[in-house]
C-alpha cells in the first residue's frame, strides 16, 4: 500500500484522501493465523504537519480465525483504527537509520514515527499492525462454547460424549476414601 504524497509534501496543512482495497491474495495472514477472507478496505487522510505526514483513517475486514475453545474456524470482521506519523528519512540510508537509533535509543525524545523516502508512504505495517492489535487473544466461535472434552478430545458443543466428568487428583485420591461413609457396627468401642 503506497501512497503518494507529491502533492502535499511542500504545502504544510495540506491534506490527501485515500482509498485503498486489498485482495485477500495480497494479504498475509495477522500473526501467522488469522488469514484474510474478503478485501482488506483502509481508507484516511494524510496531513503535512509541517514536521511530519499524519496519517488518520480505518482498516477493515474479514479474518478466518480458530475459536480457542473448540478449534472450529470461525470467521471476524476487523475494524482498526489507524493514526501513524511518518518522518521523511533524512541522509541515512535505512539500514543506516535502524543501526543509529539502536545506537542512541529514545535518547532523543521522539515519538516512535515511522520514516519515508521521496515521495511515497508505506502504510502496510501500519495497516497490519492496527488490524493485528485488533485480533481478540482467544477468539471463540460463540460465548457459550463448551470446547473440547479434556479426555477424549471431542467437541461438546455438538453433544455430550459420555467421559466420565469427575476426575480427582491422584495426590488426593486416599482423602477419597477416607470421606466415605464406614458401615456401622453393633460391636461397643
Not at 490527501?16 to 495480497?26: A, G, K, R, S, T
Not at 518522518?87 to 537509533?101: I, K, V
Request: glycine content about 8%.
Amino acid at each position: 500500500m503506497q501512497l503518494s504524497i507529491a502533492s502535499i509534501r511542500e504545502r504544510r496543512g495540506a491534506s490527501l484522501p485515500f482509498d485503498f482495497i486489498v485482495p485477500p491474495d495480497q494479504w498475509a495472514p495477522l500473526g501467522g493465523e488469522a488469514a484474510a477472507l474478503a478485501p482488506v478496505h483502509v481508507h484516511g487522510h494524510v496531513t503535512n504537519t509541517g514536521e511530519s505526514m499524519l496519517v488518520q483513517g480505518e482498516a477493515s475486514g474479514e479474518f478466518g480465525l480458530v475459536c480457542a475453545r473448540c478449534l472450529q474456524p470461525i470467521r471476524a470482521s476487523l475494524r482498526a483504527p489507524l493514526e501513524e506519523r511518518f518522518r521523511r528519512q533524512t541522509g541515512r540510508s535505512p539500514q543506516r537509520e535502524r543501526e543509529w537509533d539502536e545506537t542512541l535509543g529514545d535518547s532523543d525524545g521522539e515519538d516512535d514515527a515511522r520514516s519515508y523516502h521521496g515521495d511515497w508512504l508505506n502504510l502496510e505495517d501500519a495497516v497490519r499492525e492496527a488490524l493485528l492489535l485488533q485480533v481478540p487473544m482467544k477468539p471463540v466461535c460463540r460465548p457459550d462454547c463448551r470446547g473440547l472434552c479434556p479426555q477424549c478430545g471431542a467437541n461438546l458443543n455438538q453433544g455430550d460424549c459420555g467421559c466420565e466428568t469427575e476426575t480427582v487428583d491422584p495426590r488426593l485420591a486416599a482423602l477419597r476414601e477416607w470421606a466415605k461413609p464406614r458401615p456401622k457396627s453393633n460391636e461397643p468401642r
